[in-house]
């Protein structure tokens, strides 16, 4: 399945690295989102982009930002991060103008902070 | 109260086993429903929606209650390749996930 497709799938980086996160989608679809996932916790919504229109900031600190040229691309900039930011990060795609509509999910990137 | 609470699991069933899920939502404005499962260390996938007369997809059914805002997932005939988490989400304005049900289906 290549509807969501996100790089990389792994990346290790240290503390006063900085690094990027790609998302791309091919479904047609206006709206897309950031979440993080940590290990053995629910899903946690991140970043929200409606028509390449941030619509949520989930109280995510700085040193996560997001970019959204269009409404097929989402990019999700790191810097001087924590071990604790260590998780799973995926990207989602959904069509926001239909109810009944879901999200489709990217394979994630794994990312680890030494 | 969170958004939307589940059963917190993990079930551990038996092959061939009649399983069920609960899932709750506290915003009665939500307008869409679904579940998900997602396996060991992939992303989430959508296995149906939930409509609000019940659905039913081959050995799973799901059911909707607007009234008592809670939802369900019926998995007959449990198979192993069924083991997996069961995340209940429910859209409002945004896609608001529950915290998942690990199901483990032993041979």
């Known amino acids: 399945e290549t509807g969501v497709t996100q790089t990389p799938r792994h990346l290790v980086m240290g503390m006063t690295n900085k690094k990027s996160l790609k998302c791309e989608q091919h479904l047609g679809h206006n709206a897309m989102y950031w979440y993080k996932q940590s290990a053995k916790k629910p899903l946690e919504l991140m970043f929200v982009?409606?028509?390449?229109?941030?619509?949520e900031n989930n109280s995510v600190p700085s040193r996560f930002s997001p970019e959204c040229p269009n409404s097929s691309h989402l990019f999700l900039h790191l810097h001087t991060l924590q071990p604790e930011d260590s998780a799973l990060y995926l990207c989602a795609s959904s069509q926001t103008s239909r109810q009944g509509e879901t999200q489709y999910f990217g394979p994630g990137t794994r990312l680890l902070v030494l | 109260r969170k958004e939307v609470e589940q059963d917190p699991g993990p079930f551990n069933v038996p092959e061939g086993a009649t399983v069920a899920f609960n899932c709750t939502y506290s915003?009665?404005?939500?307008?869409?429903f679904f579940w998900y499962r997602q396996d060991c260390r992939k992303e989430p996938k959508l296995l149906m929606s939930v409509y609000s007369s019940g659905n039913e997809d081959g050995r799973f059914t799901a059911q909707l209650n607007r009234a008592s805002q809670y939802i369900s997932l019926l998995i007959r005939d449990s198979k192993l390749s069924d083991s997996a988490t069961y995340l209940c989400?429910?859209?409002?304005?945004?896609?608001?996930f529950g915290p998942g049900t690990r199901l483990s289906v032993l041979p």
């Open positions: 915003n009665s404005a939500s307008q869409s």
């Open positions: 982009y409606n028509f390449k229109e941030q619509t």
């Open positions: 989400v429910v859209r409002g304005q945004n896609f608001v």
